[in-house]
């Protein structure tokens, strides 16, 4: 059964960066499409971004509120999966999972001054 | 923006069936999965492809779809079905993900 694991969150202030990861296991990370998930405080879930697999073009979409400050990647080498988050704000505050069907335990990011 | 709709509550008494719809303009081209979020925990994908369950849901948790909307049904629904429940699915062009807002499921 799959796994994974974020880990990179923690206290930035605005305008800030912030680089997440998540490590896989237990599938084949090679074939998979995995995403960021991210849910405000007491709020629902919100697809952040997602990256396909290499052999379906490797590309990333993101979510409208993203305009540009994120960038999903993923190094198939090591089945890990990331989220670079620039130019960060007050409401980007939020646990960050990565999913791919299987969810992480999410890692959480506060963006505060 | 693309959008999926659920009603924000549901209450069953126990061993009743729970039906969640989730509506969106595309479902009839997407399929949709749903997951369960207890207070305090990280989201578990119940269906996917709109009726498929994974390895280890409980067979009381299944999925339809007709036209625009899509259902979770619980049969038999327990106490410990208590959960928020998302839909999740694609826009038309199939290159942006969406949840919708979440229902609130009580068992009474």
């Known amino acids: 059964e799959g796994h994974l694991v974020e880990s990179g969150g923690g206290l930035v202030k605005p305008g800030g960066s912030l680089t997440l990861s998540c490590a896989a296991s237990?599938?084949?990370?090679?074939?998979?499409?995995m995403s960021w998930v991210r849910q405000a405080p007491g709020k629902g879930l919100e697809w952040v971004g997602r990256?396909?697999?290499?052999?379906?073009?490797?590309?990333?979409d993101y979510a409208a509120f993203v305009k540009g400050r994120f960038t999903v990647s993923r190094d198939d080498s090591k089945n890990t999966l990331y989220l670079q988050m620039n130019s960060l704000k007050p409401e980007d505050t939020a646990v960050y999972y990565c999913?791919?069907?299987?969810w992480g335990q999410g890692t959480l990011v506060t963006v505060s001054s | 923006s693309y959008e999926l709709t659920q009603p924000p509550s549901v209450s069953v008494s126990p061993g009743q069936t729970a039906r969640i719809t989730c509506s969106g303009d595309?479902?009839?081209?997407?399929?949709a999965s749903w997951h369960q979020q207890k207070p305090g925990q990280a989201p578990v994908m119940v269906i996917y492809?709109?009726?498929e369950r994974p390895s280890g849901i409980p067979e009381r948790f299944s999925g339809s779809s007709s036209g625009t909307t899509v259902t979770l049904t619980i049969s038999g629904v327990q106490a410990e079905d208590e959960a928020d429940y998302y839909c999740?699915?694609?826009?038309?062009?199939?290159?942006?993900?969406?949840f919708g807002g979440g229902t609130k499921l009580t068992v009474l």
């Open positions: 595309a479902l009839p081209i997407q399929f």
């Open positions: 990256i396909k697999s290499k052999s379906d073009g490797g590309t990333a």
């Open positions: 999913s791919s069907g299987y």
């Open positions: 999740q699915s694609r826009d038309s062009s199939g290159s942006y993900e969406v």
């Open positions: 492809k709109d009726s």
């Open positions: 237990g599938f084949t990370f090679i074939n998979a499409w």
